[in-house]
């Protein structure tokens, strides 16, 4: 059986010598913070922000839909086994949602 991943999409990246599984959270995070149209010459790239000012239940499955169904498109490397989402009513109030993804690699992928 595969190594299991998680890896929480916080923001933050270092594209700077990313390797590995320092560069897969980088593609996951450019993913989940790239609203769909905002890239010119690849306007389905990223999420649809669809659910951004819904009730917090229905943001968590709209924006977990959405996420997998992109990652499944643009990031060939992982296979997602699951998204949650961290649990903070802080940041929840303030209306963020941080995904945490759980993953494997793909056969013939290296750490």
């Known amino acids: 059986m595969a190594?299991?991943?998680?890896?929480?999409?916080?923001?933050?990246?270092?594209?700077?010598?990313?390797?590995?599984?320092?560069?897969?959270r980088n593609c996951l995070c450019a993913i989940a913070a790239t609203r769909v149209g905002s890239v010119p010459l690849y306007r389905h790239f990223g999420t649809?922000?669809?659910w951004v000012?819904?009730?917090?239940?229905?943001?968590?499955?709209?924006?977990?839909?959405e996420l997998?169904?992109?990652?499944?498109?643009?990031?060939?490397?992982?296979?997602?086994t699951s998204i949650s989402f961290k649990a903070d009513k802080t940041q929840a109030m303030d209306?963020?949602?941080?995904?945490?993804?759980?993953?494997?690699l793909r056969e013939g992928v290296a750490q």
């Open 3 to 24: 190594d299991m991943f998680e890896i929480a999409l916080t923001g933050g990246t270092n594209i700077f010598a990313a390797s590995g599984l320092e560069n897969i």
């Open 48 to 50: 649809d922000w669809q």
């Open 53 to 65: 000012d819904h009730p917090e239940p229905a943001a968590m499955a709209r924006f977990r839909a």
């Open 68 to 80: 997998m169904e992109a990652i499944d498109r643009y990031e060939p490397r992982v296979e997602i």
């Open 95 to 104: 209306g963020r949602l941080y995904p945490v993804v759980r993953f494997r």
